[in-house]
């Protein structure tokens, strides 16, 4: 829900009643991830969308019966062998949709209307969102701001809302959006209680070390990347924002010493444009330290393996030196700072994704990778240290979903399949849980 803003926040201002449609879970060759939405007011517009096309029809209808029943659906879109385009989804992927009415006066509107107000000043916040368990519990929500407040709740057992929130602070501290399963008193033992957990964080940043024109083209594809941009040098005469107008920020300072004081998480990214021995190795000694997302490095590759002789001799282990991408960028055969530019954010990006940064025509490779996610850690809401023994559970590959009807519904069969794993993109990771017996 949280990707609409401002649209959302502005019709449900105007005291509009909506239905949401949210992708919950996806699978295969599935168009978009879990989180992205499609909102659809009582007069029939729409806007936002759940896979590009392929079963918005069907999904526009859902939402205008949520609106008349009021009461929020899971349905479930996919494919059949034997006749895969008549359900639209002729990518081959499956995924859930739940549909939630955001009708006046309904607990779940103004929780969705806290959080966007959240969103829209520029704060964290994550909402875990009950999308199978208890057909009473369907779409009931719990918010979580970035300090641990909450509002609203599951309304099945206390301690569930304190695992739920934890789970969406740990969401919030990899900027992520996925599913995790539950058992209804909380203990981390799935046990047919499943919760979408939403995040909205500020932009991650990208930070580019060095004044140049090579910087001046990376400025703008971080931008259209949705980063939030820092040119950061040395040297005033160059680094003015005349000479970057789109960065968010122009620095002027010694790379090493911002990057000691700025912020970084585990999404920002890191770019070392300067090939200059003076400026490289102190920072690069201070980058490959810290937990960040990427780090790469431009020059030629005498350039590289000078850099790395100078960076052991101030004492960076190989372990940490293998961070390094160096030389920077993707083999594109480019040489304007624009193709360059491209270059390196297509490393960016396979090194996000996981992709192999290889032709698709031929490979046989997935065109969507599934994501490898780190484990996350429980932070609890009273800002408590986090708990021990967190399993990654990204690496568990669900069963091959069945064929299903027309309008998405599995086929008959003695139990409901596995949902299928949250594996695309950013936005689509599965959060990582721990399983140990409930206390009681």
Same mark, same amino acid.
């Given at each position: 829900?949280?990707?609409?803003?401002?649209?959302?926040?502005?019709?449900?201002?105007?005291?509009?009643?909506?239905?949401?449609?949210?992708?919950?879970? =996806?699978?295969?060759?599935?168009?978009?991830?879990? /989180? #992205? &939405? *499609?909102? !659809?007011?009582?007069? $029939?517009?729409?806007? %936002?969308?759940?896979?590009?096309?392929?079963?918005?029809?069907?999904?526009?209808?859902?939402?205008?019966?949520?609106?008349?029943?009021?009461?929020?659906?899971?349905?479930?879109?996919?494919?059949?062998?034997?006749?895969?385009?008549?359900?639209?989804?002729?990518?081959?992927?499956?995924?859930?949709?739940?549909?939630?009415?955001?009708?006046?006066?309904?607990?779940?509107?103004?929780?969705?209307?806290?959080?966007?107000?959240?969103?829209?000043?520029?704060?964290?916040?994550?909402?875990?969102? =009950?999308?199978?368990?208890?057909?009473?519990?369907? /779409? #009931? &929500? *719990?918010? !979580?701001?970035?300090? $641990?407040?909450?509002? %609203?709740?599951?309304?099945?057992?206390?301690?569930?809302?304190?695992?739920?929130?934890a789970q969406a602070l740990a969401a919030l501290d990899a900027g992520r959006t996925g599913t995790v399963e539950l058992s209804p008193d909380g203990s981390h033992c799935p046990d047919g209680l499943t919760l979408l957990v939403e995040s909205s964080t500020p932009p991650p940043r990208m930070i580019v070390f060095g004044a140049v024109d090579f910087a001046a083209a990376l400025v703008r594809v971080g931008k259209f990347l949705g980063y939030h941009v820092t040119v950061c040098d040395a040297r005033p005469v160059f680094t003015t924002p005349a000479r970057f107008p789109e960065a968010d920020e122009v620095v002027v300072d010694w790379p090493h010493r911002y990057l000691r004081g700025t912020r970084t998480d585990g999404r920002?990214?890191?770019?070392?444009?300067?090939?200059?021995?003076?400026?490289?190795?102190?920072?690069?000694?201070?980058?490959?330290?810290?937990?960040?997302?990427?780090?790469?490095?431009?020059?030629?590759?005498?350039?590289?393996?000078?850099?790395?002789?100078?960076?052991?001799?101030?004492?960076?282990?190989?372990?940490?030196?293998?961070?390094?991408?160096?030389?920077?960028?993707?083999?594109?055969?480019?040489?304007?700072?624009?193709?360059?530019?491209?270059?390196?954010?297509?490393?960016?990006?396979?090194?996000?994704?996981?992709?192999?940064?290889?032709?698709?025509?031929?490979?046989?490779?997935?065109?969507?990778?599934?994501?490898?996610?780190?484990?996350?850690?429980?932070?609890?809401?009273?800002?408590?240290?986090?708990?021990?023994?967190?399993?990654?559970?990204?690496?568990?590959?669900?069963?091959?979903?069945?064929?299903?009807?027309?309008?998405?519904?599995?086929?008959?069969?003695?139990?409901?399949?596995?949902?299928?794993?949250?594996?695309?993109?950013?936005?689509?990771?599965?959060?990582?849980?721990?399983?140990?017996?409930?206390?009681?």
């Open positions: 829900m949280l990707d609409l803003l401002p649209e959302l926040k502005n019709w449900l201002a105007e005291g509009r009643d909506v239905a949401v449609a949210t992708v919950v879970s =996806v699978g295969g060759s599935a168009p978009r991830g879990p /989180g #992205a &939405t *499609l909102a !659809v007011d009582r007069a $029939g517009t729409v806007i %936002g969308s759940v896979s590009g096309g392929c079963v918005e029809g069907a999904v526009y209808d859902l939402c205008a019966q949520a609106l008349e029943t009021g009461q929020t659906v899971l349905e479930r879109f996919g494919y059949s062998d034997e006749d895969a385009f008549a359900v639209g989804l002729t990518c081959g992927g499956v995924l859930d949709v739940m549909v939630t009415p955001l009708l006046a006066d309904t607990p779940v509107r103004a929780l969705l209307s806290s959080a966007l107000e959240t969103v829209a000043k520029g704060e964290p916040v994550a909402m875990a969102r =009950v999308v199978e368990g208890p057909t009473a519990y369907l /779409g #009931a &929500t *719990l918010l !979580v701001h970035g300090d $641990g407040s909450t509002e %609203g709740g599951l309304g099945i057992h206390e301690d569930l809302d304190r695992t739920a929130a920002t990214v890191l770019c070392v444009l300067t090939h200059d021995a003076k400026f490289d190795v102190p920072l690069l000694d201070v980058a490959l330290r810290l937990p960040v997302a990427f780090v790469g490095a431009m020059g030629s590759r005498r350039t590289h393996t000078d850099r790395n002789r100078r960076l052991r001799e101030v004492g960076l282990s190989e372990e940490e030196l293998a961070r390094l991408r160096s030389p920077i960028g993707l083999d594109l055969g480019g040489r304007t700072p624009e193709e360059t530019a491209l270059s390196i954010a297509a490393e960016i990006v396979a090194s996000r994704r996981g992709g192999t940064g290889l032709p698709l025509t031929g490979s046989g490779t997935p065109i969507h990778h599934r994501a490898t996610v780190p484990a996350l850690s429980h932070r609890s809401p009273g800002g408590r240290e986090p708990s021990a023994g967190v399993a990654d559970l990204a690496s568990r590959a669900a069963s091959p979903p069945p064929p299903t009807t027309r309008r998405g519904r599995p086929s008959p069969s003695p139990t409901r399949p596995e949902r299928p794993a949250s594996t695309t993109g950013e936005r689509s990771t599965v959060v990582a849980v721990t399983c140990r017996p409930s206390s009681s």
